[in-house]
């Protein structure tokens, strides 16, 4: 088994509805472009991106929302190192299909109220939804690393929920755990990072809720 010496998780840039919620109300969530700060956000993390895979080959995994097939395009890798795959299980929370504001923001509330793991908003997804297929991802990915000239870093597109559901998975963490954690900024990265003992070790921590 090829397994990849590193795996970078990163949450897109800045989206038009991080920017404006309202947005929601009139264009669907996969479709909302990076705002010029996310573009921005993007290529500061492509050029640390470059500086850590140098020469070497990467199997790329993206989201096929609009703004995380952006960022990964202001990340500007050398296309002959790279291997991209479009992966759905890796979208953001489905919270339904067109979004009123008022009542996003009242469900958000029964959310924190509620458990953000185990709370299913009206018209879309639980976090437990999301967990569920993050880990049918987690089961297609370890299989790729059979192949033994599996490239030696993973590089997943993403979105913050996801993040923190794929690490919760990998580590086996708690959803007490889980619950705790924050999402990373827009452009943020998270890395795994295959050690000695033949473990992963996460690079930094998420932030806690404050």
């Known amino acids: 088994m090829a397994r990849p010496r590193r795996i970078v998780l990163v949450r897109h840039g800045e989206s038009m509805g991080n920017a404006d919620d309202t947005v929601y109300e009139r264009e669907p969530d996969h479709a909302l472009a990076l705002t010029e700060k996310g573009r921005r956000q993007a290529e500061e993390t492509g050029r640390h991106l470059r500086e850590l895979f140098g020469g ?31 992966e759905p299980r890796l ?18 509330a029964y959310r924190d109220a ?5 709370y299913r908003f009206a018209q879309g997804e639980s976090g437990a939804d999301v967990y569920d297929r993050v880990g ?13 000239d599996h490239p030696p870093n993973v590089l997943i597109v993403t979105h913050g929920l996801a993040m923190r559901l794929f690490c919760m998975r990998w580590f086996h963490w708690t959803v007490t755990e889980f619950e705790s954690l924050a999402n990373p900024g827009n452009g943020e990265t998270r890395m ?12 930094r921590p998420f932030d806690r809720w404050k």
């Open 114 to 118: 509620y458990g953000h793991f185990f």
């Open 91 to 108: 979208r953001e929370q489905d919270w339904g299909n067109w979004q009123d504001r008022e009542d996003v923001r009242l469900q958000k």
């Open 56 to 86: 070497e080959r990467v199997s790329v995994y993206v989201s096929p929302y609009r703004r995380t097939h952006e960022t990964l395009q202001e990340f500007r890798l050398d296309p002959a190192l790279v291997r991209v795959r479009e």
């Open 136 to 148: 049918g991802f987690l089961e297609s990915l370890f299989r790729s690393f059979e192949a033994p």
């Open 192 to 203: 795994l990072v295959l050690g000695e003992n033949g473990k992963y070790t996460l690079d």
